[in-house]
Every structure is written in C-alpha cells, then in structure tokens.
C-alpha cells in the first residue's frame, strides 16, 4: 500500500500542476466554463491556476502533504459549480459533447475521493 499511495501521490502532484500550468498558458479555456455570476472571471482563473499548481508542489514534501491534500479537496469543491455550469450551458459550446459532461460530474466526486486519500496519515510512516 505504501508504494501506491507514494505512485498516487506523484501522479494527482502531475495532474495538478500540469493544469495549473494550462489556467496561464491557455486562460481562454478556462474563462469560456467561468459561470457568469462570478465576479472578474480572469482573476479566479488565475488564482484557482495559482492553487493547483502550488497545492500540487505541496503534496510531494511530507511535511505538507495532507495540507496540500485538503487545499486541493476544497478547491475541488469549489470548482464544482464550473462543471455544472458546462453541463447547463450545453457542450456544443465548449466543443464537449453532452453525455461527457454528465459523466465529468460524478469523475469529480471521484478526484475528491482520490485527493481526501491523501488527507488520511500514512499507517507506515
């Protein structure tokens, strides 16, 4: 089990970071599934890019891992409304078609399961 989680670690630190990355290289993307009644849309892309990246750096040091971990479970949640907004709106939209936005909702619930994983205190450490 410790390899595992070690490997699941690394990989959610990659996923995070990689889109974090992406909320500066390609904000567009990102600004077209902001629900509009949040205010300065491009400011909240930055920010939530700023936390995936930071928050995916932090959940490699052990110091900090759970930290991180619950960080990115709340950043999680507070994403969530973007991806309902996707669905909403309709996929054509978003070049996404409709069946994968139903199925990204409970894909979500599964990333925060994922991610409250490593909330949890290593047994072996």
Do not use: C
Not at 12 to 22: D, E, M, N, R, T
Not at 81 to 88: S, W
Not at 96 to 124: G, S
Request: net charge positive; hydrophobic share 60%; proline share 10%.
């Amino acid at each position: 089990m410790p390899r595992l989680k070690t490997i699941s670690r690394y990989v959610l630190a990659l996923l995070f970071i990689v889109a974090g990355i992406l909320h500066f290289l390609r904000p567009e993307v990102y600004l077209r599934i902001m629900p509009p009644y949040l205010p300065a849309p491009r400011l909240l892309v930055y920010l939530s890019g700023a936390a995936e990246t930071v928050l995916g750096l932090l959940l490699l040091p052990r110091p900090t891992r759970r930290l991180a971990a619950w960080g990115l479970v709340a950043l999680l949640v507070a994403v969530f409304p973007a991806n309902v907004y996707m669905l909403q709106s309709g996929g054509a939209e978003f070049g996404v078609p409709t069946w994968a936005l139903w199925v990204r909702l409970p894909l979500q619930l599964v990333l925060i399961a994922w991610v409250w994983w490593h909330t949890r205190p290593d047994k072996w450490a």
